[in-house]
T-cell receptor, first 118, second 117 residues
């Protein structure tokens, strides 16, 4: 079974440009998450999709970030316009259906996209 | 608010030594989940273990073991007889129970483990 995949693996852009990151979750996983790690700091939550709906977007830093999940399959995260502080590693994770109060599904992560804004 | 602290930024050991990575967490919830992930040099985050707050039994998996103590809010990770392949950044994470839905992870800053020959 294929794991979570992310594209591109690296992206170098100039300040003011637009970048779109893509995440393909594990097949059948309804939950999809985006996280970001800025150099040397903790990995921080950005948002959570359940199928195509945004369940929690409390971690999105500002309106320059737009996430979509068309048809509840893959997801894109667009940064427009990019700023220097957006540099970091963007991780995507997915998990199965929430099983109820007694269980929390494990999140499986992709390899990340390393974004550098110059 | 929930918080995870990994006070050890970097640890360096010689192969075959035992090493313990510390994790201390804060949460107001009585139901929560703790995780460890490994990030090897290749960059992906690899899931190692999940533990719920009602299960304080220690767990052993090969050379890996985990010590969960609610009294001290700690979930420490020990590697016995470390190997060079254990070199990686290790992240501890916490998620709280949200009724009816899966929940985001709160991560610590990670501990970089370097195992040398």
């Amino acid at each position: 079974e294929a794991g979570v995949t992310q594209f591109p693996s690296h992206s170098v852009i100039e300040k003011g440009q637009t970048v779109t990151l893509r995440c393909d979750p594990i097949s059948g996983h309804d939950n999809l998450y985006w996280y970001r790690r800025v150099m040397g700091k903790e990995i921080k939550f950005l948002l959570h999709f359940v199928k195509e709906s945004k369940q929690d977007e409390s971690g999105m830093p500002n309106n320059r970030f737009l996430a979509e999940r068309t048809g509840g399959t893959y997801s894109t995260l667009k940064v427009q316009p990019a700023e220097l502080e957006d540099s970091g590693v963007y991780f995507c994770a997915s998990s199965q259906d929430y099983l109820g109060l007694a269980e929390q599904e494990t999140q499986y992560f992709g390899p990340g996209t390393r974004l550098l804004v110059l | 608010a929930q918080k995870v602290t990994q006070a050890q930024t970097e640890i360096s050991v010689v192969e075959k030594e035992d090493v313990t990575l510390d994790c201390v967490y804060e949460t107001r919830d009585t139901t929560y989940y703790l995780f460890w992930y490994k990030q090897p040099p290749s960059g992906e985050l690899v899931f190692l273990i999940r533990r719920n707050s009602f299960d304080e039994q220690n767990e052993i998996s090969g050379r890996y073991s985990w010590n969960f103590q609610k009294s001290t809010s700690s979930f420490n990770f020990t590697i016995t007889a470390s190997q060079v392949v254990d070199s990686a950044v290790y992240f501890c994470a916490l998620s709280e129970e949200n009724t009816g839905t899966a929940s985001k992870l709160t991560f610590g800053t990670g501990t970089r483990l370097q195992v040398t020959l």
